[in-house]
């Protein structure tokens, strides 16, 4: 019997450390290029510099934070961005990830950070229970893979304190479709279930009693590569999944042919890159 989820966490692993060892050999210095999510065009107008500080700090000026205020980051891969939040606000948080590599990484450099005290990373589901509240949760280009999203965001809203603050940067379509082969290719090749309509979002964060303050379309900013490139690594990366008896290599095979087909949907015009600012709303007696 298949376990998507088992084969997503494989996935998430391999591509933890293929993406450690690229590192190793790029020119970043130490703590820099931990974001493991889309490059972005520069903003035409107000958006985001890049798809690192420049992300962090943009959303940050989407829902600032109190006063010695806790964030929690769902899906924060190897804390690129809850060690920026803390940094430039002063606060501390949670990073939650499925990947023990992730995990692992990310609390070394907190340690190498001298953040240890205010960060802490757990590997475990995004709809487990957490034990105390946030003034924000963060999830970028991470929810779209979660096996239950109703789920997740439910607990979104257990975890965030009334008043507090939702801030979700993920891939989304324009149109509710299932049977686009890009978005069938998609779910296949990263185990994760169909990519959801930005309509299906809204409807599933009211089900989850979370108000929603403000979107913001970053889809300008999605680097998208010509369709005949993309047809040609396809091609080329369909090979090696078929001839390579390796399972690391055909999981890095199979995440980057999710990745063009990801492309391909923005190519298209279905795919949109979307900014949720959610909050849980504050009960007046």
Known sequence: ?????????????????????????????????????????????????DNAAGLDRWLQRQAPLPANARVLDLG?????????????????GVGVTRSRVQATR??????????GARCTFLVQDFATPLAEQF????????????????????NVHHALRPGGHFLWLDDGTTKTTSDDPNIVALSHHWHSPSLQAIAMRRVALENAGLLLL?????????????????????????RIRRFVPIAM????????????????????????????????PVLIP
């Open 106 to 115: 990310a609390a070394k450099e907190s340690v190498r950070r001298k953040l």
């Open 249 to 280: 290599v055909r999981h890095l095979a199979d995440a980057f042919l999710g990745g063009i087909a990801l492309e391909q949907l923005y190519a298209s015009g279905v795919a949109c890159y979307r900014v949720t600012v959610a909050q849980r």
């Open 1 to 49: 019997m298949s376990n998507p989820q088992g084969e997503l966490d494989s996935l998430y692993e391999v591509l933890a450390r293929y993406s450690l060892l690229q590192r190793r050999f790029s020119k970043h210095a130490d703590g820099n290029g931990l974001e493991l999510r889309k490059r972005l065009l520069p903003p035409s107008g107000d958006g985001p510099a």
């Open 214 to 238: 403000n979107e913001i379309d970053l889809t300008s900013q999605v680097v998208s590569r010509p369709m005949q490139v993309l047809a040609r690594q396809q091609r080329r990366l369909q």
């Open 135 to 154: 003034d924000t949760v963060l999830a970028i280009e991470s929810l779209a893979h979660a096996s239950d999203l109703p789920a997740v965001l439910r």
């Open 76 to 92: 924060c891969g190897f804390g690129a961005s809850l060690f920026r939040w803390v940094e430039a606000t002063g606060s501390s």
